[in-house]
C-alpha cells in the first residue's frame, strides 16, 4: 500500500465516523479507593470486513494480554466510549444515533439504558459524575450546533439546546468542535474551520479559536482567538482542552498535514494557556512547538501532572499531498506517530525513543494512574498499551492487544 | 359376414360403455423413469406417451387385449391388457445397436443435464408456471441456494450458492449475462410463466456461459418452443402486488418465419407492518414497547418490453433472431441499508430508477459441416440510464411527517444531497463453437467480449461530479476451450478446460469531495489463465461427478462504480480467484432420488462489501475458504404424492492469518472464524399432491406445502466478546399453495399464502422482511 492509498484510506474512513469520544474524564491520578474494586476495560476494534468492536474485560494494562476472545460486549462498529463516574457509555449509529450505558453489577459490566439523539456528536465534557454535555454538529452546511445535555443515571436527554456561532457564510467555512470543557459557569468549546462543502478542507485555520459559552444556559458570550498559532486541534481529537491542578487550560494546534489540515496553516504547531478563572488567551504564554522539539508537530496532547504532558507528535513533509490524513491509519504500515514529554510550565520537549511509531486513530486510548500514562499504540505489526513515565521521560511496554487497535481504555471503580 | 360385423359393432358398441382408463409407469432397466415413451394401440389407432414422471394415461376399451410400448434406442415391448387391471409397470430393454445419442433422446432436458459431467441441476418449470412464484422462490427450494431478500418485490436480493453470494454467482438469461439487462430485469420480478428451464451450476461453469462466474451459475432460458404460443398470466398478492406477464410467439412452419413477444408489469407498494420502538425526541428514549409501522417509501415498480423477430428451424438457421427490448424501474428506498433492525429516522423520498434500450442479435445453426460443427453466438448492446436521487430536504418520520430541514443543503442519508445521473453503454458479444469428432469425443471454443463505458453528472454531490465525469471504461475477455468425452455407452463422461481472461479498466479515484487533489486516473490491466475439468461416471442407479475449476471473477459495473448513494465507488477492484471443487453422489432408482455433493471453494481476493457507518465500499479483503455439504432427497408415493427435502451446511471460513499479509507479523484475531452475516445451516422441506378431476374431467390440480427453515446466525465476528452477540434468531417459514388448471392447463388458477404463520422473518442486520401475504394468480395458456 502506497502513502498515497493510504491517505485515501484513512481520509474515506475519517469521513465516515459518526461520533467522537472524549478522554476519559474523572480518572485523574490518584489511587483507587480501599473499599472498591477496579475493573478495567479495554474497547477493542478486534475484526475487520465486517469490523467488530468489543468492550473486553482486563486484568490491568500494563501486563499480558487483552483479548476480545470470547470476552467481554460485543458492539457496532465505530462506537466512541466515554468514561463518567463509574459508567461506561458507548455511542454511535445502530437503528439510529444512540448512546448506551453499562455498569458493573455483581462484578460484571452491565448494559444499563439507552438514549437516542438526531445529530451524530463531535465534542463532549463532563459536567460532574451523573451529567455530560454532548455537542452534534453538521459535517456541512450552516445549521446551528447542538448541544445535548444527558442524565447519564437513567440516559435521559435533560435538554437539547441548538448553538450557533463561528460560522462563515461568505467564506464558506463552518466551526467545527473538537473539545468541550466546563469550567464553572463557562463552556469552553475549541473548534477549528472546515469549508461548508463536507471537504474538511481547512482554507481558514490560522488561528486558535474558541467560542466560549454560559452555562447552563448555552448561550453564545464570546468568541476568542489567538494569532500566535493555528486551529487547535484536530478532527475527532478531544484532548485539546487539558486542565493542570491550577486549574489553568492548555491546548494545541497540529498545523499538520497528517492531522487533517489543508492546506496547512501558516503558524507551527504550539501550545496555548488559558489562565483558571480567565476567558481570554494567556498572551504572556505561547510555546512554538516545532522550532522547540526541532520539527515535530502535536498529534495529541494528554497533560499528567506536575506541569508535564505526555505528546503524540509526528514529522512529515507538508508539500507531499500524501501525508493528509495519515495519523489517521492505525493499522498503517508507515506509521508516523511517536511519543514524546512537553513540560508545560518550563518549555522543554523530549522525545521518548522506546515506543514503536503508531499509526495514530481518532481520538486516543488514554488512561492515568499513578502520574504514568496508558496509551494504545499500534501499526500493521503490532497493537499495544504503553505506559509513559513523563517524569523520566522513559516509556515501559504494557498490555497487548488481541484486535486491530485499541479504541478506548476504561475504568470503573465499584463495591 | 354382415351378421358377423354387425355383432361386433354390437360387442364394441355395449364394450365402450365399459371403457376404462389405464395408467402405467415405464421404466429402463435401472429404473430410470421414461419419459416421451410411445404408448399405442395400432389396432385402435389411438395412443399417449410418458410425462415427465415416466408415467402414461390411456383411455382404452375391454376389447383391446394389449398396446405396444415403444421409445428410440429400446426394444419395443407389447403391453398385454387385462380388464381387472388399471395400473401397469413395464420396463424397456435397451437397444444397444442404436446410437448413444439416441439414448438420452425422450430424457427431460433436466436429466440430461444432470448427467453432464458439472455439478448441474435443471428445474423444468412446466409445473411451477401456474404457480404464483417468480422464479427467486423456485431456486429457493434448490440444495446449496439461499436467497436472502431485504424485503418486498423489487428489494434487493443475493443468491448464496455453496457459500459464494452475491455477484460470486452470476446469473444468465440464455447464456447472457443478466446484470446487463440491470435491475428492471432481475430473477426477483421474473415471471415463472416465460421461463422454459431453469440451469443451476454449482462450482464449475461450462465454458460457455460466457465463463468468470466463481462459485457456480444459474442459467435461465426462456421459452423458445418452435410452435406458435401465447401465454398470459396476473396475480394480484397482499401490500398492493400487481404482476402481469405475457409471453407469445407465432411462428410460421413453412417458412421458420418467427416473432416473440414478451413483456412483463410488476408493481408493489410493499406497505407491511414492522415494529419499531419510537424514540421521544424531547427525552431521547425510546418507548418500552414497539409501535407497528408502515413502510411508506418502500414501492417498486418495473416494466419490460421485448420484441425479437427473425428465422427459427428452418434451413438459414436453427435460430436467427434480432430484438429490441425496453425496460425500466423505478424503486423508492425506506431506510439505511446498513442499519441495525428498523432504522429510528426512515428516509420518505429516496429513490433509483433506470431506463433501458437493449438491442439484439443471437445466431444459432446444428449440424453444419457434415453435422460437425454446432455454432452459437449473440451481440448485445445495452443503453441505460440510471438515476439515484436524494434531494429532500425534509426529514420524515414513520407516520410520514415531515419537517424541513434548518439546512436545505442536506440530503437524508448524508449531509448532502445526490442526483447522480449516469449513462452506460455496454456492448457484449459471444461466440461459441462446438466440433463433434466423432460420437464420442467434442472441442468446444467461446469467447465472450464484454465492453462498458459509463459517465454522468450529478448537481449536488461533487464526488459522484467528479467520479463520472471523464467516461470510466471497463473491458472483461474470456476465451475458453474444452474437450469433452462420453465414453463406455456414456456411463463415462469428462470434460477439460483452459480459459483466458483479460480485464481493464481505466478509470478514476476520487475522495469525499472530489477534489482535484484527491482525485487521480488508475489504470488496471490483468490477464489470468485458469483450467478445470469434470468427470462423471454412472453405474446402475448411482451416479458420481468431481470437478475442479481454478476461476476467476471479474467485478460487476455497480461493485467499482456502486450506486451513487450508500454505495461508494472503487474501481480499482480487482478480479477475485478461486480454486473449487466438487465431489457429487447421487443415487436414483425408482421413485426416490438422494443427492449428496460436496464442496470446497478457496477464494482469494474476495470482494466483500465493507459497511462503514451507513456507507458501503466493495473491496477486494482476503482469504475465504468455504467447505460444505449440499443435501437433496426426493420421492413420490403413486405419483400422487410427492415428498422433496433439500439442505445445506456451510463451513465458510476467513484464512487471512496475517495483519495486512506481514507473515509473522500480527496475527488476526478473526483467522479461522466463521464469516459473518451468512446463514450456514438452511433447507426445506416440500410435499404436494397432484390430482385430478376435482370438478371436472379435464382438470388438474396440485396442493403444496413448503417449509423453510435457517438457523440461527451471527451477523458480527462470533468469536468477539462473550455477551450481546448480535444474532439474526432461528426462522421457520410455511408456505401454502394450491393450483388448479383446465382444459389441459389452458386455463389455470392457484392461491398461494406465503410465511403462513406470519413468522417475524428478518435478513441482513436483522431488518425484517413481509409476513404472511396472500396471492392469486390467472393465468392462460394457449399452443
Given at each position: 500500500m502506497n502513502l498515497r492509498k493510504l491517505k485515501v484510506v484513512a481520509f474515506v474512513a475519517t469521513m465516515f465516523i459518526a461520533f467522537s469520544c472524549d478522554n476519559e474524564n474523572g480518572i485523574e491520578g490518584g489511587s483507587p479507593d480501599p473499599d472498591k474494586t477496579a475493573y478495567y476495560f479495554a474497547a477493542i476494534e478486534s475484526g475487520s470486513d465486517p469490523a467488530v468492536e468489543v468492550i473486553a474485560n482486563a486484568d490491568n494494562f500494563t501486563s499480558g494480554e487483552i483479548s476480545p476472545i470470547d470476552n467481554g460486549i460485543q458492539q457496532p462498529t465505530w462506537m466512541a466510549y466515554y468514561n463518567n463516574g463509574n459508567r461506561i457509555i458507548s455511542a454511535g449509529y445502530t437503528s439510529g444515533p444512540q448512546f448506551t450505558s453499562y455498569e458493573v453489577v455483581a462484578g460484571e459490566l452491565v448494559e444499563v439504558e439507552k438514549v437516542f439523539v438526531d445529530l451524530g456528536v463531535y465534542a463532549s465534557a463532563v459536567v460532574d459524575d451523573d451529567t455530560m454535555l454532548f455537542m452534534g454538529a453538521p459535517r456541512s452546511g450552516t445549521a446551528p450546533k447542538k448541544i445535548y445535555e444527558i442524565n447519564t443515571i437513567d440516559m435521559t436527554l435533560n435538554k437539547t439546546v441548538e448553538v450557533d456561532f463561528g460560522n462563515d457564510a461568505i467564506a464558506g467555512t463552518i466551526s467545527f468542535p473538537v473539545d468541550m470543557k466546563l469550567k464553572g459557569d463557562k463552556l469552553f468549546v475549541a473548534y477549528y474551520m472546515v469549508k461548508d462543502d463536507g471537504s474538511f478542507s481547512t482554507p481558514d485555520a490560522n488561528q486558535a479559536r474558541i467560542a466560549v459559552l454560559n452555562y447552563p444556559e448555552l448561550t453564545v458570550d464570546k468568541i476568542i482567538t489567538d494569532?500566535?498559532?493555528?486551529?487547535?486541534?484536530?478532527?475527532?481529537?478531544?484532548?485539546?482542552l487539558e486542565e493542570d491542578e491550577k486549574g489553568d487550560i492548555y491546548m494545541f494546534s497540529s498545523s499538520s498535514l497528517a492531522c487533517g489540515f489543508a492546506p496547512v496553516p501558516a503558524n507551527n504547531s504550539g501550545i496555548l494557556r488559558i489562565k483558571s478563572g480567565e476567558t481570554e488567551f494567556d498572551s504572556s504564554y505561547h510555546i512554538d512547538f516545532e522550532t522547540l522539539s526541532g520539527g515535530y508537530k502535536i498529534n495529541d496532547l494528554f497533560y499528567v501532572g506536575n506541569g508535564k504532558a505526555v505528546v503524540k507528535v509526528l514529522k512529515e513533509d507538508e508539500t507531499n499531498s500524501a501525508y493528509l490524513w495519515a495519523t489517521y491509519s492505525p493499522n498503517s504500515e508507515f506509521p508516523l506517530i511517536e511519543i514524546g514529554v512537553v513540560d508545560l510550565y518550563n518549555q522543554t520537549f523530549e522525545i521518548v525513543s522506546s515506543v514503536p511509531k503508531s499509526g495514530g486513530g481518532w481520538n486516543s486510548a488514554s488512561f492515568i494512574e499513578d502520574g504514568k500514562l496508558h496509551i494504545g499504540m499500534s501499526s500493521s505489526s503490532y497493537a499495544s498499551i504503553y505506559i509513559v513515565d513523563p517524569e523520566t521521560a522513559t516509556a515501559e511496554k504494557g498490555s497487548d492487544i488481541d484486535g486491530n487497535y485499541v479504541k478506548s481504555l476504561l475504568y470503573i471503580e465499584s463495591e | 359376414m354382415g351378421r358377423i360385423l354387425m355383432l361386433m359393432f354390437v360387442l364394441c358398441a355395449s364394450k365402450f360403455c365399459f371403457s376404462q382408463t389405464i395408467t402405467g409407469v415405464v421404466r429402463d432397466e435401472l429404473g430410470e423413469l421414461l419419459v416421451g415413451v410411445n404408448v399405442y394401440s395400432k389396432e385402435f389407432k389411438l395412443g399417449t406417451t410418458t410425462d415427465i414422471d415416466g408415467v402414461f394415461e390411456l383411455e382404452v376399451t375391454s376389447s383391446m387385449n394389449y398396446v405396444t410400448i415403444s421409445y428410440l434406442g429400446y426394444h419395443e415391448s407389447v403391453l398385454r391388457l387385462s380388464t381387472d387391471k388399471t395400473n401397469y409397470e413395464v420396463v424397456l430393454k435397451e437397444d444397444n445397436t442404436q446410437l448413444q445419442e439416441v439414448l438420452v433422446f425422450g430424457k427431460t432436458k433436466s436429466e440430461v443435464l444432470r448427467e453432464q459431467a458439472y455439478s448441474v441441476v435443471g428445474v423444468e418449470t412446466k409445473d411451477l408456471k401456474n404457480m404464483s412464484a417468480d422464479v427467486n422462490q423456485i431456486l429457493g427450494k434448490i440444495s446449496g441456494i439461499n436467497i436472502r431478500e431485504s424485503g418486498g418485490l423489487g428489494s434487493n436480493f443475493t443468491y448464496s450458492l455453496n457459500g459464494l453470494s452475491g455477484n460470486q454467482v452470476r446469473i444468465f438469461i440464455n447464456g447472457i449475462p443478466m446484470d446487463y439487462f440491470g435491475s428492471s430485469l432481475s430473477l426477483n420480478n421474473f415471471p415463472a410463466n416465460i421461463v422454459e428451464m431453469i440451469e443451476v451450476y454449482k462450482g464449475v461453469v461450462p465454458i460457455h456461459l460466457s465463463s468468470d462466474a466463481l462459485g457456480g451459475a444459474i442459467n435461465i432460458i426462456t421459452d423458445s418452443r418452435v410452435d406458435s404460443f401465447l401465454d398470459v398470466s396476473y396475480s394480484v398478492a397482499t401490500y398492493n402486488t400487481h404482476r402481469f406477464a405475457l409471453n407469445g410467439q407465432y411462428r410460421n412452419d413453412a417458412s421458420g418465419f418467427t416473432v416473440r413477444a414478451k413483456t412483463f408489469y410488476n408493481y408493489s407498494d410493499n406497505n407491511y407492518k414492522v415494529p419499531v420502538k419510537l424514540v421521544n425526541p424531547d427525552t431521547g428514549k425510546e418507548d418500552e414497547h414497539a409501535t407497528l409501522v408502515?413502510?411508506?417509501?418502500d414501492g417498486y415498480e418495473s416494466k419490460m418490453f421485448w420484441l425479437e423477430g427473425g428465422v427459427t428451424k428452418n434451413k438459414i438457421a436453427d435460430e436467427l433472431m434480432v430484438g429490441v427490448m425496453y425496460s425500466d424501474n423505478f424503486k423508492e428506498i425506506q431506510q439505511a441499508s446498513n442499519a441495525i433492525g428498523i432504522a429510528k429516522n426512515p428516509y420518505g423520498e429516496v429513490a433509483t430508477s433506470e431506463q433501458k434500450v437493449i438491442t439484439n442479435l443471437s445466431f444459432k445453426k446444428n449440424g453444419l459441416f457434415n453435422k460437425k460443427i454446432n455454432f452459437n453466438s449473440y451481440v448485445v448492446a445495452v443503453l441505460s440510464e440510471e438515476v439515484s436521487r436524494d434531494t429532500s430536504s425534509y426529514r420524515y418520520d414513520w407516520f410520514q411527517n415531515k419537517t424541513l430541514q434548518h439546512d436545505i443543503t442536506v440530503g437524508e442519508i448524508e449531509q448532502r444531497k445526490t442526483l447522480l445521473r449516469l449513462k452506460k453503454n455496454n456492448y457484449l458479444a459471444n461466440l461459441n463453437m462446438d466440433y463433434a469428432l466423432n460420437n464420442y469425443h467434442n472441442l468446444a471454443v467461446n469467447y465472450s467480449f464484454n465492453y462498458l463505458d459509463l459517465r454522468g453528472t450529478d448537481d449536488f454531490k461533487e464526488q459522484n461530479a467528479t467520479q463520472f465525469k471523464d467516461p470510466s471504461q471497463v473491458a472483461k475477455g474470456v476465451f475458453g476451450a474444452s474437450y469433452s468425452n462420453s465414453l463406455f455407452n456414456a456411463s463415462f463422461k469428462n470434460v477439460v478446460f483452459g480459459k483466458y481472461y483479460h480485464y481493464k479498466n481505466s478509470s478514476v479515484t476520487t475522495g469525499y469531495s472530489g477534489l482535484p487533489d484527491q482525485t487521480s486516473p488508475i489504470e488496471v490491466d490483468k490477464s489470468y489463465f485458469g483450467i478445470g475439468a469434470a468427470s462423471t461416471y454412472k453405474f446402475n442407479f448411482l451416479q458420481i461427478k468431481a470437478s475442479y475449476e481454478n476461476a476467476i471473477r471479474f467485478p460487476e459495473v455497480f461493485e467499482l462504480y456502486g450506486n451513487g448513494l450508500e454505495i461508494v465507488a472503487n474501481p480499482e477492484l480487482l478480479p477475485e480467484q478461486t480454486h473449487n471443487y466438487n465431489l457429487g453422489f447421487r443415487y436414483d432408482k425408482r421413485q426416490f432420488t438422494l443427492g449428496l455433493d460436496f464442496f470446497v471453494r478457496d477464494i482469494d481476493d474476495y470482494i466483500l462489501p465493507v459497511i462503514k457507518g451507513i456507507k458501503v465500499t466493495y473491496k477486494n479483503t482476503k482469504s475465504v475458504l468455504s467447505k460444505g455439504v449440499d443435501f437433496s432427497a426426493s420421492t413420490n408415493f403413486n405419483r400422487k404424492v410427492y415428498l422433496v427435502l433439500n439442505g445445506t451446511y456451510l463451513d465458510k471460513r476467513d484464512t487471512e492469518r496475517w495483519q495486512d499479509g506481514i507473515v509473522g507479523g500480527k496475527e488476526r484475531s478473526t483467522y479461522n472464524q466463521r464469516v459473518p452475516n451468512e446463514p450456514y445451516l438452511f433447507g426445506n422441506a416440500v410435499v404436494s399432491y397432484k390430482g385430478n378431476q376435482l370438478f371436472g374431467r379435464n382438470d388438474s390440480y396440485a396442493v403444496s406445502f413448503t417449509e423453510g427453515y435457517v438457523h440461527e446466525f451471527h451477523y458480527s465476528w462470533e468469536n468477539q466478546g462473550s455477551r450481546n452477540k448480535p444474532i439474526v434468531p432461528e426462522q421457520w417459514t410455511s408456505d401454502l399453495e394450491f393450483v388448479y388448471s383446465l382444459e389441459k392447463e389452458k386455463y389455470n388458477f392457484s392461491f398461494r399464502v406465503s410465511n403462513l404463520w406470519d413468522a417475524t422473518v428478518y435478513d441482513n442486520y436483522l431488518q425484517q422482511k413481509p409476513g404472511r401475504m396472500f396471492h392469486v394468480k390467472l393465468r392462460y395458456f394457449i399452443n
Open positions: 494569532d500566535r498559532t493555528a486551529n487547535l486541534g484536530r478532527y475527532y481529537s478531544f484532548n485539546v | 408502515e413502510r411508506f417509501h
